[in-house]
C-alpha cells in the first residue's frame, strides 16, 4: 500500500511544522481527508488553536473548531508521522542576510523524531541549494539515519497569498521535487489530496527553490521600478496613478501599482537570493537595485508628509497624525516586516508623535515588535493629517463626509491634509471636498 492511500485509510499520519500563515491552511486542508498533527512551539498559539481561535485570520475561528487538527508542542508526537511538512518562516537579519534558526531548529527537531520511510518536505523560502546542504545533513546528524536510503526529501514551496480569499492553497499550482523520482511521485500524489490546480513536478529541489525567490524578486522588481517613476513623477508635478491609467490601455502593459514593499515574502526573498549569489562571487545588479528602491519608500513619503505640512503652515512637531494601517499588506492581521514604520521613523526624527488605527492587526503584536498601541477609529479626532497607508475594507467603505470629523474642525478645508499611499481616493473627488491632497 502506498503512502497515499495509507493516508486516506488513517494508517498514516501528516505533520505540518510551523502553524502560521502558510502551515495553518494546508494543515486545514489536509485535516479534511486525512490525519494531521499540527506542530509549533509557540504554546501561547496551540493554546488559541485549541480553543478554537485563529490569529491570522486566514481560515477563521470556525474552521478551528471544526478541524480534526491535532494541535501541539510536544516534539514527541511527530514520532508518529511518515510524512511531515515544514512551514517555519526564514525571516531576514538586520544587515539583510538570511536568518535561518528558525528552520535549522525546525530541522533538529523533526530529525530527533523520524523514523524510517519518512518523507520530509520543506516549503519555507530558501535559497537554492539550501535544502541538501543544510537541511539534509541536519536531519542525518539528528536521526543517525541517511537520506536516500532510510528517509527522503523534498521541495515544495508555499505560494499562499496571505489576506487573498480568491488565490488560496486549493486553486494555485503546486510546484514539488524530491530528491529521487520515485519520492516525487508520491510527494505529487499526496499534494493531490488538495490541490485541484495541478501539481507542477521540477527537474529538482534546487529549481523549485529558485523558483520561489525568482518569482518574488520579479514582482519587487517591477514594484520596484513603479516606485521609482513615482518618486520622479512627484518632481514633475505628474500623477503616477493617471499615468498607470494610460499606459494599462495597452494590451500588453503589466499592471504594477506603486507602494510599500514589505511582508514575509516579496520584501525578503530577493535577500536569499542576493545571499547565495554573493557567496558564489556574482554582484547582483538589477535585484540589488530593486530591493534599494523599495527599502527607501518609506523615507521618501515620510518626507512628503513633512513637506505638506509645511505647506498647510503647521507647526510639523505639534501636528496631529494619525496612521491608517499597520500590516503589510490589505485585510491581512500580519504586521512582520512593515514598511508602515519606515515611514513612522521618518516622522519620528522631526519630532511627531502619530496616532494608528488598523481594525485587522493584532493589537499584541503591534505593541511587541513597533511599541504602538493601536486605537479605534471612533478615537481620531482633531487631525491635521490623516494616512492611508493600507487599503482595508474597512477604511475602503468610510465616505470622504466622514473623514471630516476627524480633522480639527478649526481649520480650513485646504488645511486638512489626506496622504493616499494606496491611491484609495479619486483625485477629482477630494478636490471638490477641498483637501490638500497627495497620492504615491
Known amino acids: 500500500m502506498n503512502l497515499k492511500n495509507k493516508l486516506l485509510k488513517r494508517k498514516a499520519k501528516i505533520s505540518v511544522i510551523g502553524l502560521g500563515y502558510v502551515g495553518l491552511p494546508i494543515a486545514i486542508e489536509f485535516a479534511k481527508h486525512v490525519d494531521v498533527i499540527g506542530f509549533d512551539t509557540n504554546e501561547h498559539k496551540i493554546k488559541l488553536y485549541k480553543e478554537g481561535h485563529d490569529p491570522t485570520k486566514e481560515v477563521g475561528d470556525k474552521a478551528i473548531k471544526e478541524t480534526s487538527i491535532n494541535f501541539t508542542n510536544n516534539p514527541e508526537k511527530l514520532q508518529e508521522v511518515d510524512f511531515h511538512i515544514v512551514a517555519v518562516p526564514t525571516p531576514i537579519n538586520s544587515d539583510k542576510t538570511p536568518n535561518l534558526e528558525p528552520l535549522e531548529n525546525a530541522t533538529k527537531t523533526i530529525g530527533k523524531n523520524i523514523s524510517k520511510g519518512s518523507i520530509i518536505v520543506f516549503e519555507s523560502t530558501v535559497y537554492p541549494g539550501m535544502t541538501e546542504d543544510i537541511c539534509i545533513p541536519i536531519l542525518e546528524k539528528e536521526s543517525n539515519l541517511y537520506c536516500g536510503k532510510d528517509f527522503k526529501v523534498g521541495y515544495s514551496p508555499e505560494r499562499i497569498n496571505p489576506g487573498d480569499k480568491v488565490h488560496t492553497l486549493n486553486n494555485i499550482v503546486k510546484i514539488v521535487s524530491s530528491i529521487d523520482s520515485e519520492s516525487l511521485e508520491e510527494i505529487s500524489n499526496i499534494y493531490e489530496i488538495v490541490i485541484t490546480a495541478g501539481i507542477h513536478k521540477a527537474s529538482s529541489i534546487k529549481v523549485a527553490e529558485a523558483a520561489k525567490v ?227
Open 214 to 440: 525568482v518569482e518574488n524578486s520579479q514582482r519587487d522588481i517591477n514594484i520596484a521600478f513603479m516606485n521609482e517613476l513615482a518618486v520622479v513623477f512627484d518632481r514633475m508635478g505628474i500623477n503616477t496613478n493617471d499615468v498607470i491609467k494610460a499606459m494599462s490601455t495597452k494590451w500588453n502593459s503589466l499592471p504594477f501599482t506603486p507602494g510599500l514593499v514589505g511582508g514575509h515574502c516579496i520584501g525578503v526573498d530577493p535577500y536569499y537570493f542576493l545571499y547565495q549569489a554573493e557567496k558564489l562571487g556574482y554582484h547582483s545588479q538589477i535585484i540589488q537595485s530593486g530591493r534599494k528602491i523599495n527599502d527607501s519608500m518609506g523615507e521618501f513619503i515620510g518626507q512628503a508628509i513633512i513637506k505638506k505640512l509645511i505647506e498647510t503652515n503647521k507647526v510639523v512637531k505639534k501636528a496631529n497624525i494619525a496612521i491608517l494601517g499597520v500590516t503589510f499588506k490589505e485585510n491581512c492581521p500580519d504586521t512582520r516586516n512593515s514598511k508602515v514604520f519606515d515611514i513612522v521613523n521618518t516622522l519620528n526624527e522631526y519630532g511627531i508623535e502619530t496616532k494608528f488605527v488598523d481594525p485587522q492587526a493584532n493589537k499584541d503584536e503591534a505593541k511587541e515588535f513597533y511599541g504602538v498601541e493601536l486605537i479605534n477609529m471612533e478615537e481620531l479626532k482633531d487631525l491635521d493629517c490623516l494616512i492611508f497607508t493600507v487599503a482595508h475594507e474597512e477604511f475602503k467603505k468610510l465616505n470622504l463626509e466622514e473623514l471630516d470629523k476627524f480633522f480639527n474642525s478649526n481649520l480650513e478645508k485646504n488645511e486638512r491634509i489626506i496622504i493616499d499611499i494606496k491611491n484609495m481616493w479619486k483625485t477629482e473627488d477630494i478636490k471638490k471636498m477641498g483637501y490638500e491632497y497627495w497620492q504615491l
